[in-house]
């Protein structure tokens, strides 16, 4: 396809699977369009500002330069968007389409997402999970350095890489976790609610040491939730990702499910 003129006439793009209206995709198409089929294929862009619609199947998009758009037939709730560097991938009615060099995101229902906005998901830090058997309650933390410490410590026995998360704030999209230290019971207390973080910093037992980590304050682009419980026999929280974890959590006595804190990759 080479443009609007070669659309001239139709009226619906017709996959084996799915119709799609033209005039529902884009009122005017773009003199540099380029339309897939539903097939699986590899549209390769110019160095003007292009639009693609790959259809269904797994396309590859290459935008090259310019300022480039990747249309998607379903509204953006539909897709789970996720990139890694300069990759981008959308996985939804349209099938699983990776994509570089396309700057921006077009959704049926009319959202629009800026690529480079996008929190780089899948090169997340993992974030290393203890538990105390002094206090019965877990330690979590991004720092190798810090891991390495408490490896050294006899009371806290290692878990492995509970979830992952952002070291800084670099995409600037970024949901600082705080961490605080009580010093009554001897536990680390986590929370991304700026409302109960400065609550929390007026309480004497509570020694504030800043930003844990950082997530995401919704599912978008990868992200799953992770659940807080708390635990009302040594008045601590329990944090997870895992959704067997959160499942088995839930039937303990002495747990209060607190809902969803926030969102990692887990
Ligand atoms: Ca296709
Ligand atoms: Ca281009």
């Given at each position: 396809?080479?443009?609007?003129?070669?659309l001239t006439?139709?009226?619906?793009?017709?996959?084996?699977?799915?119709?799609?209206?033209?005039?529902?995709?884009?009122?005017?198409?773009?003199?540099?369009?380029?339309?897939?089929?539903?097939?699986?294929e590899?549209?390769?862009?110019?160095?003007?500002?292009?639009?693609?619609?790959?259809?269904?199947?797994?396309?590859?998009?290459?935008?090259?330069?310019?300022?480039?758009?990747?249309?998607?037939?379903?509204?953006y709730?539909?897709?789970?968007?996720?990139?890694?560097?300069?990759?981008?991938?959308v996985?939804?009615?349209?099938?699983?389409?990776?994509?570089?060099?396309?700057?921006?995101?077009?959704?049926?229902?009319?959202?629009?997402?800026?690529?480079?906005?996008?929190?780089?998901?899948?090169?997340?830090?993992?974030?290393?999970?203890?538990?105390?058997?002094?206090?019965?309650?877990?330690?979590?933390?991004?720092?190798?350095?810090?891991?390495?410490?408490?490896?050294?410590?006899?009371?806290?026995?290692?878990?492995?890489?509970?979830?992952?998360?952002?070291?800084?704030?670099?995409?600037?999209?970024?949901?600082?976790?705080?961490?605080?230290y009580?010093?009554?019971?001897?536990?680390?207390?986590?929370?991304?609610?700026?409302?109960?973080?400065?609550?929390v910093?007026?309480l004497?037992?509570?020694?504030?040491?800043?930003s844990?980590?950082?997530?995401?304050?919704?599912?978008?682009?990868?992200?799953?939730?992770?659940?807080?419980?708390?635990?009302?026999?040594?008045g601590?929280?329990?944090?997870?990702?895992?959704?067997?974890?959160?499942?088995a959590?839930?039937?303990?006595?002495?747990?209060?499910?607190?809902?969803?804190?926030?969102?990692?990759?887990?």
């Amino acid at each position: 396809m080479d443009g609007v003129d070669a659309l001239t006439g139709f009226e619906r793009l017709q996959f084996s699977d799915r119709t799609v209206q033209v005039s529902a995709l884009i009122s005017t198409l773009p003199a540099s369009s380029f339309l897939g089929t539903s097939s699986g294929e590899k549209l390769t862009g110019t160095a003007a500002d292009d639009f693609f619609y790959g259809g269904t199947g797994n396309d590859t998009l290459s935008g090259g330069a310019g300022t480039d758009t990747a249309y998607f037939s379903g509204n953006y709730s539909q897709y789970r968007v996720t990139r890694s560097k300069d990759l981008v991938l959308v996985t939804g009615p349209d099938g699983s389409d990776s994509l570089t060099g396309i700057e921006k995101l077009q959704f049926a229902d009319g959202t629009n997402v800026d690529t480079a906005g996008l929190l780089d998901t899948v090169a997340g830090t993992a974030v290393y999970r203890f538990y105390n058997k002094t206090t019965g309650t877990h330690f979590y933390t991004i720092n190798p350095s810090e891991r390495d410490a408490v490896l050294k410590l006899a009371a806290y026995a290692y878990e492995g890489e509970a979830f992952k998360a952002q070291t800084d704030n670099a995409a600037g999209q970024g949901l600082a976790v705080f961490r605080f230290y009580n010093t009554a019971t001897g536990t680390h207390f986590y929370t991304a609610n700026v409302g109960e973080r400065d609550a929390v910093l007026k309480l004497a037992n509570f020694a504030y040491e800043g930003s844990a980590y950082y997530a995401s304050a919704t599912a978008e682009n990868g992200y799953d939730p992770l659940y807080r419980f708390y635990n009302t026999q040594t008045g601590t929280h329990f944090y997870t990702a895992s959704e067997t974890e959160r499942a088995a959590v839930t039937k303990l006595v002495g747990f209060v499910a607190e809902g969803i804190a926030y969102y990692v990759d887990a």
